[in-house]
């Protein structure tokens, strides 16, 4: 027996758990809840440093944000700007700002909407209306995914078809070639890893970063 | 390749991994469990504890240390919390307030992860690191040293030991939880998981607006967020969130280690009762009722179940584009069968049949494969009733592994299988009958009640997860969820440990030939019929009011 034990021997039992409980606790913090983490930390910074602090994406010489981490691509009023790739609609939103576009990180989550919620089915049709006058396309072309909000608000992709179906109103905003353009997003496609992992995708902020360097 | 195939193929190599760890990392557990060499550094954490490593408790005993770990826990997670504001690295946030204080630290010791709140706009750095994820770990293991006890009630005989509470404790973090988690959270940073301390930082975007890139120890939570079925997420998104969840790897990888130690531990149990076959039998429930989730919530998902998926093409309301309906599906029935609660995908936004699946599958009780230990012994409880209700057919005393299932046996496995629907349907009915608390709906009609039902199906079966359209930071939810997660997470750990020292006190009977062999198809068979009628049964008329209700409009 150790001196510890001997020590507290003499306390009634119930005193004497809850104090080793509180040791246990103590000892397991520093070793699973500083140490630990402190490692991980430390090793991350050494090895993985661009993934551990964000995995930065720059444009024009500056940090323009996270790969990881969609965008919100609108004009000074709010709305969608012509000249950029749209992403998807984000319920990611500061409730005490009506003005916030989305996309914001201090506010990450979904839109909560049930799947017979009349709100939801309307705000679905309304933005079929929107992004098909917007890209000018027939409404029933626009993809699932331009007219729902991800559960995070912050997805950074789109469907290759909802990249494709912007590619000439984008063009047109920036005045250059449709088919330059189209090679772009054609390149920016990922498809699925291993061939069978997640779902071919579009990045929207790598893919709008590229198109700064296109001349 | 069609994306239906391409999830069949996810999923196929989802299951190939558990099969290849199913055996080194089953036994590596019972070896844990059995060996009387203790390490250096574990002799040394006996030391500052002050236990002695050497002495087996008595099943009370054994009980009162987990009650009082747990107490201590929820003491220092809720001190915490409130005190963070002048703590390191609170990044400036005031402290929680008392209602959700206490909730969260409910919530996290009992394996839940319920979060009433938002890590990113309420939690410092300090708190989520070494607050929460140390529950994130000593509560999964907490899980575990129960189960492992209850085995020992089985393989001991005429003793009333049952084990050490700290020996088993301490193992389970040191040589179990913390080694895969460093392994795992350098494939969670190499795959792009954030881990930093900074604060939110503002960068102006390509379109000239202000976004704040937010930091945080998110890699090192990560991990031992879904490899302890914990499931709170460092930001209110959870999984869904970039940061944690990345990409359609860092998805599997983050399944697999939901899944890994619940699925290993039927292993365990049959290594350590001598007959791995029992094992065997137990994984096949689990892994029939896990496909059967995981097809119909994909095929639910898939196609247009929905008004909501009709009108948009696709039921991609609340999932992400990186993971698409396969990597979704897989990870709620995932999630949802393993008293995890991460989430990858707003559960509040599956189609109606989809999301009454996910309810269905808490309500099964976290057994297939369940959350860490308490999985087992959930569906341990569910063998015993399964032989006692053969035992009535054939007029013999029923067995289970050697031991006789007498009159306090069932009792225990009666109170276990009553307390958490006596939990679920009390707690729905009195939060739908109080007009402040109805009024914390977001969405109208059967699915509101859905709503109700999912957040104390979750919080009852120390799941966690929600349909978040549910406003739950409010006093009463915060209270009253608080008190539910606890009764839920430990009066059925009271049971099982009362279980485990009834068998032990018994003397083991060798089987005879008109013993129930529990090994074979025809009791797998019986298992899962004992855990629909019994279990799925019970909630049928609230699944019909809410998720049956709106799937069948």
Same mark, same amino acid.
């Given at each position: 027996?150790?001196?510890?034990?001997?020590?507290?021997?003499?306390?009634?039992?119930?005193?004497?758990?809850?104090?080793?409980?509180?040791?246990?606790?103590?000892?397991?913090?520093?070793?699973?809840?500083?140490?630990?983490?402190?490692?991980?930390?430390?090793?991350?910074?050494?090895?993985?440093?661009?993934?551990?602090?964000?995995?930065?994406?720059?444009?024009?010489?500056?940090?323009?944000?996270?790969?990881?981490?969609?965008?919100?691509?609108?004009?000074?009023?709010?709305?969608?700007?012509?000249?950029?790739?749209?992403?998807?609609?984000?319920?990611?939103?500061?409730?005490?700002?009506?003005?916030?576009?989305?996309?914001?990180?201090?506010?990450?989550? !979904? *839109?909560? @909407?049930? =799947?017979?919620?009349?709100?939801?089915?309307?705000?679905? %049709?309304?933005? /079929?209306? #929107?992004? +098909?006058?917007?890209?000018?396309?027939?409404?029933?072309?626009?993809?699932?995914?331009?007219?729902?909000?991800? !559960? *995070?608000? @912050?997805? =950074?992709?789109?469907?290759?078809?909802?990249?494709?179906? %912007?590619?000439? /109103?984008? #063009?047109? +905003?920036?005045?250059?070639?449709?088919?330059?353009?189209?090679?772009?997003?054609?390149?920016?496609?990922?498809?699925?890893?291993?061939?069978?992992?997640?779902?071919?995708?579009?990045?929207?902020?790598?893919?709008?970063?590229?198109?700064?360097?296109?001349? | 390749?069609?994306?239906?195939?391409?999830?069949?193929?996810?999923?196929?190599?989802?299951?190939?991994?558990?099969?290849?760890?199913?055996?080194?990392?089953?036994?590596?557990?019972?070896?844990?469990?059995?060996?009387?060499?203790?390490?250096?550094?574990?002799?040394?954490?006996?030391?500052?504890?002050?236990?002695?490593?050497?002495?087996?408790?008595?099943?009370?005993?054994?009980?009162?240390?987990?009650?009082?770990?747990?107490?201590?826990?929820?003491?220092?997670?809720?001190?915490?919390?409130?005190?963070?504001?002048?703590?390191?690295?609170?990044?400036?946030?005031?402290?929680?307030?008392?209602?959700?204080?206490?909730?969260?630290?409910?919530?996290?010791?009992?394996?839940?992860?319920?979060?009433?709140?938002?890590?990113?706009?309420?939690?410092?750095?300090?708190?989520?690191?070494?607050?929460?994820?140390?529950?994130?770990?000593?509560?999964?293991?907490?899980?575990?040293?129960?189960?492992?006890?209850?085995?020992?009630?089985?393989?001991?005989?005429?003793?009333?030991?049952?084990?050490?509470?700290?020996?088993?404790?301490?193992?389970?973090?040191?040589?179990?939880?913390?080694?895969?988690?460093?392994?795992?959270?350098?494939?969670?940073?190499?795959?792009?998981?954030?881990?930093?301390?900074?604060?939110?930082?503002?960068?102006?975007?390509?379109?000239?607006?202000?976004?704040?890139?937010?930091?945080?120890?998110?890699?090192?939570?990560?991990?031992?967020?879904?490899?302890?079925?914990?499931?709170?997420?460092?930001?209110?998104?959870?999984?869904?969130?970039?940061?944690?969840?990345?990409?359609?790897?860092?998805?599997?990888?983050?399944?697999?280690?939901?899944?890994?130690?619940?699925?290993?531990?039927?292993?365990?149990?049959?290594?350590?009762?001598?007959?791995?076959?029992?094992?065997?039998?137990?994984?096949?429930?689990?892994?029939?009722?896990?496909?059967?989730?995981?097809?119909?919530?994909?095929?639910?998902?898939?196609?247009?179940?929905?008004?909501?998926?009709?009108?948009?093409?696709?039921?991609?309301?609340?999932?992400?584009?990186?993971?698409?309906?396969?990597?979704?599906?897989?990870?709620?029935?995932?999630?949802?069968?393993?008293?995890?609660?991460?989430?990858?995908?707003?559960?509040?936004?599956?189609?109606?049949?989809?999301?009454?699946?996910?309810?269905?599958?808490?309500?099964?009780?976290?057994?297939?494969?369940?959350?860490?230990?308490?999985?087992?012994?959930?569906?341990?409880?569910?063998?015993?009733?399964?032989?006692?209700?053969?035992?009535?057919?054939?007029?013999?005393?029923?067995?289970?592994?050697?031991?006789?299932?007498?009159?306090?046996?069932?009792?225990?496995?009666?109170?276990?299988?009553?307390?958490?629907?006596?939990?679920?349907?009390?707690?729905?009915?009195?939060?739908?009958?109080?007009?402040?608390?109805?009024?914390?709906?977001?969405?109208?009609?059967?699915?509101?009640?859905?709503?109700?039902?999912?957040?104390?199906?979750?919080?009852?079966?120390?799941?966690?997860?929600?349909?978040?359209?549910?406003?739950?930071?409010?006093?009463?939810?915060?209270?009253?969820?608080?008190?539910?997660?606890?009764?839920?997470?430990?009066?059925?750990?009271?049971?099982?440990?009362?279980?485990?020292?009834?068998?032990?006190?018994?003397?083991?009977?060798?089987?005879?030939?008109?013993?129930?062999?529990?090994?074979?198809?025809?009791?797998?068979?019986?298992?899962?019929?004992?855990?629909?009628?019994?279990?799925?049964?019970?909630?049928?008329?609230?699944?019909?009011?809410?998720?049956?209700?709106?799937?069948?409009?």
């Amino acid at each position: 027996m150790s001196a510890m034990t001997t020590m507290t021997s003499r306390l009634p039992s119930g005193v004497r758990q809850h104090l080793a409980a509180l040791r246990a606790l103590l000892v397991l913090t520093v070793l699973l809840g500083i140490l630990y983490p402190l490692v991980v930390l430390g090793i991350g910074q050494l090895a993985f440093p661009a993934q551990a602090n964000g995995s930065s994406v720059t444009a024009g010489g500056r940090v323009v944000g996270s790969s990881l981490l969609g965008q919100a691509f609108v004009d000074a009023r709010g709305n969608p700007a012509p000249q950029w790739f749209q992403p998807r609609p984000s319920a990611a939103a500061d409730p005490a700002n009506k003005n916030d576009p989305g996309y914001n990180p201090l506010f990450s989550g !979904g *839109s909560n @909407l049930g =799947p017979s919620n009349p709100d939801l089915i309307k705000s679905i %049709q309304a933005r /079929r209306q #929107a992004v +098909a006058a917007f890209d000018g396309v027939p409404a029933a072309s626009v993809p699932p995914d331009a007219v729902t909000a991800s !559960g *995070s608000g @912050l997805d =950074p992709d789109i469907s290759p078809a909802y990249a494709d179906e %912007q590619v000439t /109103r984008v #063009a047109r +905003a920036r005045g250059l070639d449709p088919g330059a353009v189209r090679a772009l997003v054609a390149a920016h496609v990922q498809g699925r890893t291993l061939g069978i992992l997640g779902e071919p995708r579009v990045n929207v902020v790598e893919l709008n970063a590229a198109l700064t360097r296109l001349r | 390749m069609s994306t239906a195939a391409a999830g069949w193929w996810q999923a196929g190599l989802l299951v190939f991994a558990l099969a290849v760890s199913y055996r080194p990392l089953g036994d590596y557990l019972a070896h844990i469990f059995t060996t009387d060499k203790h390490w250096r550094a574990e002799r040394g954490i006996y030391r500052l504890i002050g236990v002695d490593a050497d002495v087996d408790q008595k099943w009370s005993t054994y009980l009162r240390a987990v009650l009082a770990f747990s107490a201590v826990s929820v003491l220092f997670l809720y001190g915490f919390q409130r005190l963070q504001e002048h703590l390191l690295l609170s990044l400036g946030f005031p402290a929680v307030k008392a209602d959700q204080a206490f909730n969260t630290a409910a919530s996290f010791v009992t394996n839940t992860n319920w979060q009433s709140y938002s890590g990113e706009s309420t939690m410092g750095h300090l708190v989520q690191m070494a607050g929460l994820a140390v529950q994130n770990f000593v509560s999964a293991a907490v899980g575990i040293v129960v189960v492992i006890a209850l085995i020992r009630g089985f393989i001991r005989s005429r003793t009333d030991r049952v084990g050490n509470f700290w020996v088993d404790l301490t193992r389970t973090c040191l040589r179990l939880l913390l080694p895969i988690s460093l392994v795992f959270a350098l494939v969670l940073l190499a795959g792009g998981v954030v881990d930093n301390v900074s604060a939110a930082h503002p960068v102006t975007t390509l379109a000239g607006q202000q976004q704040s890139v937010t930091g945080g120890p998110v890699a090192s939570q990560e991990v031992i967020k879904e490899l302890g079925t914990d499931g709170g997420g460092f930001y209110n998104a959870n999984s869904a969130h970039p940061f944690e969840n990345p990409n359609p790897v860092t998805n599997l990888v983050e399944i697999f280690l939901i899944l890994v130690i619940g699925v290993a531990l039927t292993r365990t149990f049959g290594r350590m009762v001598g007959d791995k076959r029992q094992g065997y039998a137990i994984l096949a429930v689990m892994a029939a009722i896990w496909v059967t989730s995981t097809a119909a919530i994909s095929f639910f998902e898939s196609g247009h179940h929905s008004a909501a998926a009709l009108a948009a093409g696709g039921a991609l309301e609340g999932k992400e584009v990186r993971f698409g309906i396969p990597g979704s599906s897989l990870w709620v029935a995932s999630t949802t069968l393993t008293s995890t609660g991460a989430v990858n995908t707003a559960h509040d936004s599956l189609s109606p049949l989809g999301g009454g699946i996910a309810i269905l599958n808490m309500m099964l009780g976290e057994i297939a494969p369940g959350g860490t230990g308490s999985g087992l012994y959930g569906i341990v409880v569910l063998a015993i009733v399964t032989v006692f209700v053969a035992g009535l057919m054939v007029g013999r005393t029923p067995e289970y592994l050697n031991k006789k299932i007498q009159p306090r046996e069932m009792k225990l496995a009666s109170l276990y299988i009553l307390t958490t629907p006596a939990l679920v349907l009390i707690g729905t009915g009195l939060a739908i009958a109080l007009p402040g608390e109805r009024a914390a709906v977001l969405n109208p009609g059967a699915h509101g009640l859905s709503e109700v039902l999912y957040a104390f199906t979750s919080t009852a079966n120390n799941n966690g997860s929600a349909f978040a359209g549910l406003s739950v930071n409010t006093v009463w939810y915060n209270s009253v969820t608080g008190v539910v997660m606890l009764l839920g997470r430990f009066l059925p750990i009271v049971w099982v440990l009362a279980l485990a020292g009834s068998l032990a006190a018994q003397r083991t009977v060798p089987a005879s030939a008109g013993t129930l062999p529990t090994h074979r198809p025809l009791f797998v068979g019986m298992l899962l019929g004992v855990i629909i009628l019994v279990v799925a049964l019970t909630y049928f008329p609230a699944q019909a009011l809410g998720p049956l209700a709106e799937g069948l409009r």
